[in-house]
């Protein structure tokens, strides 16, 4: 008895390994076409049927041998006509040379399971029905072949209970097999509609961070638009300018959209105190309209770096307008922006005295969608975390609630050769 549960025991694994693979396979490998797919999948098939007559073990139990027959259901299952004749020609042949059954009886056989297959598309059963149609039939043909062909000459009750055994083990075993291969089709198809709603999640989350970064811009634009006059060719031909360098601003986190998965970082030579003195510059006129007590502290000299001019100011200005917007209406706003090189390092510096934040605040400052603004999407902050990162630099928040807010931005001075993510 050990020794026929043993047979059995690998019969199931000869059918299961396979498939196993496969579904590993289908659920690591990415861009699987359905036609790669159905390949693959006639392949565990063919890999099943050669493990189970390559190291078939049915003369030390009868009743294995109804097994062989679980890899040809599967593909009918599966609906792999063309796979299925293959199938039933090997086994066919299996049968008629090593088990010596009749051909004419095995062709009638796997012919009528192919007839039944036929109907049973056209009528689109149901998996459980095609199951219990398959093994009914297996049962008749399994009968003739133990009564008229292995035991013809054993008592009827001797061969009811071989055939009664065998197709409960074959329904048994069939099923069981059915629900792993089931269950792990399952999972693969769970995993991939994880990957969907990960990348829709991606998508949202740019698509949130692409509308709150192009309102800086936007605010820049209009406020000078709303101060243009053209009867004033000074005011025109500072203002021009700067609305001209936001749309292209702009147009760079437009295309931060249509490469929603990955924050891009252009890296060239620029100056850097040169970018901060811009920045502030342009900002002026936002600083008086609020009434703020602003000063800029930048050497009158030049330090070249290498980094993303575009994303570096993006950083800068949303800071600027963070602050802005932690102004406290009981009291003015003073504010300083400082910039040096300190060794390898270039330190920037922004402080203000608003409203301040609470420990609690600072431990989120770098997670998306954490805000405390009442109309604020809590992207700003991360994206310049993550802008800052690409440039293999540090950006640190010091607060007070109350006091007010220090941030500090450590940028690493590295040569155009280094690499940047």
């Known amino acids: ?71 040809l259901l599967i593909g009918y299952l599966k609906g792999k006509k063309k796979t299925c004749l293959i199938l039933s020609f090997v086994l066919g042949g299996f049968k008629i040379q090593a088990l010596k059954y009749p051909m004419l009886f095995i062709l009638l056989e796997y012919l009528t399971y192919y007839v039944v297959y036929a109907f049973v598309v056209k009528k689109r059963l149901m998996l459980s ?63 991939q509609t994880l990957k969907e709603l990960e990348k829709e999640k991606t998508l949202r989350n740019s698509l949130f961070q692409i509308t ?31 609305v001209k360098r936001e749309i292209e601003r702009t147009l760079v986190l437009m295309d931060d959209f249509l490469d929603y998965t990955k924050i891009k970082i252009d890296p060239d030579i620029m100056d850097i105190y040169y970018l901060m003195e811009e920045t502030t510059l342009e900002l002026q006129p936002l600083f008086k309209e609020q009434k703020i007590d602003f000063q800029a502290m930048i050497p009158d000299d030049e330090l070249y770096y290498y980094g993303d001019y575009n994303r570096l100011k993006q950083v800068l200005v949303n800071l600027f307008k963070n602050a802005i917007e932690a102004k406290d209406p009981k009291r003015p706003l003073h504010m300083e922006a400082s910039i040096k090189k300190n060794g390898d390092i270039v330190e920037i510096m922004i402080r203000d005295t608003g409203r301040g934040m609470d420990e609690e605040t600072l431990s989120h400052m770098s997670e998306m969608f954490y805000t405390t603004k009442q109309h604020g999407t809590g992207l700003g902050v991360a994206l310049s975390f993550e802008i800052i990162a690409r440039h293999h630099g540090t950006m640190t928040y010091h607060s007070v609630l109350g006091e007010g807010t220090t941030v500090i931005i450590s940028l690493p001075i590295m040569n155009p050769q280094e690499k940047m993510a």
């Open 129 to 191: 029905g095609v199951i219990d149609i398959f093994v009914l039939l297996k049962s008749f043909f399994y009968s003739m072949t133990v009564f008229f062909f292995v035991y013809p000459k054993e008592p009827f009750y001797r061969n009811f209970t071989e055939v009664l055994l065998s197709m409960i083990l074959f329904y048994a075993t069939g099923y069981l097999i059915l629900y792993v291969i089931e269950k792990g089709e399952d999972i693969i198809s769970l995993n």
């Open 1 to 71: 008895m050990l020794t026929c549960l043993e047979v059995l025991l690998e019969n199931i694994i000869f059918i299961l390994f396979p498939f196993l693979v496969y579904l590993l396979f289908s659920a690591y490998q990415k861009n699987l076409s359905k036609k790669e797919d159905s390949l693959f999948c006639s392949l565990a098939l063919f890999t099943s049927l050669y493990l189970l007559l390559r190291f078939q073990n049915g003369n030390l139990c009868t009743s294995a041998n109804v097994l062989l027959d679980i890899p």
């Open 212 to 242: 709150h970064e192009i309102k800086n811009p936007i605010a820049v634009c209009k406020g000078y638009l709303d101060m243009f006059d053209p009867s004033n060719p000074e005011k025109t031909k500072k203002y021009l300018p700067i």
